[in-house]
């Protein structure tokens, strides 16, 4: 799996929007870019993911650059609860099947 | 409702002695996993299993075990022979495991503190 490089923490202030940037610029065309969450002291969740296009759910929207070598978290509007490490992580098909975690995000948001 | 449950949440262990992790999901998925969270790290595979009665080691799998008898259930243990077992322990499944767009989803985790 090729490897992504993020900013070791950022600050928010909260009902802000956030934009957690990721690069990964040695994707190859088959990797899907993962974002993950973890609060403090809990097991990671997922957020999002996408190969080509943006991509929204409820929890985030993922915009994705167009020769693919970044993309970008972004969180509407942070609230407290968002405070967590993110991880960008890519997977690509028929690997052993676990995730490659960095170091991540940390991400703060202040009140 | 679905997920992962891992117990107990924490866990104490003498020189010496050898513990056991549970993990069980009722989500149907055939692919199950095991990491290691160090202080301040990302995670790091330990054990992976990706259908009943067959698993294969991680990156890290020195000083520990697992067994996998029925889909829903992946225990660890970790032997007297994991000189620095003391560390947070998470498992997750997923679908199938070899799908590029698989989602894992985590148990809440073990923290094992060695006495």
């Known amino acids: 799996d090729a490897k992504t490089t993020q900013p070791n923490s950022m600050e928010s202030n909260e009902e802000e929007p956030v934009h957690l940037p990721c690069n990964h610029s040695t994707i190859s065309g088959t990797d899907y870019i993962h974002w993950y969450r973890q609060l403090p002291s809990q097991g990671p969740e997922y957020v999002i993911h996408g190969l080509t296009s943006n991509v929204n759910n409820r929890m985030a929207s993922l915009a994705i650059a167009e020769d693919r070598k970044s993309s970008t978290l972004i969180l509407h509007r942070a609230t407290l609860r968002d405070a967590a490490v993110y991880y960008c992580?890519?997977?690509?098909?028929?690997?052993?099947?676990?995730?490659?975690f960095g170091k991540g995000t940390k991400l703060s948001v202040k009140p | 409702d679905g997920g992962i449950t891992q117990s107990p949440k924490y866990l104490f262990r003498k020189e010496g002695q050898n513990v056991t992790l549970s993990c069980e999901q009722n989500l149907n998925h055939d692919a199950m996993y095991w990491y290691r969270q160090d202080p301040g790290q990302g995670l790091r595979l330990i054990y992976y299993?990706?259908?009943?009665?067959?698993?294969q080691k991680g990156d890290i799998a020195e000083g520990y075990s697992v067994s996998r008898e029925k889909k829903e259930s992946f225990p660890l243990t970790v032997t007297s022979a994991q000189k620095n077992p003391t560390a947070f322990y998470l498992c997750?499944?997923?679908?199938?495991?070899?799908?590029?767009?698989?989602?894992?989803?985590f148990g809440p985790g073990t923290r094992l503190l060695v006495l």
């Open positions: 299993s990706q259908i009943v009665n067959d698993f």
């Open positions: 992580i890519l997977r690509d098909w028929g690997s052993q099947g676990n995730l490659i």
């Open positions: 997750a499944s997923s679908i199938g495991g070899q799908g590029a767009w698989e989602t894992q989803y």
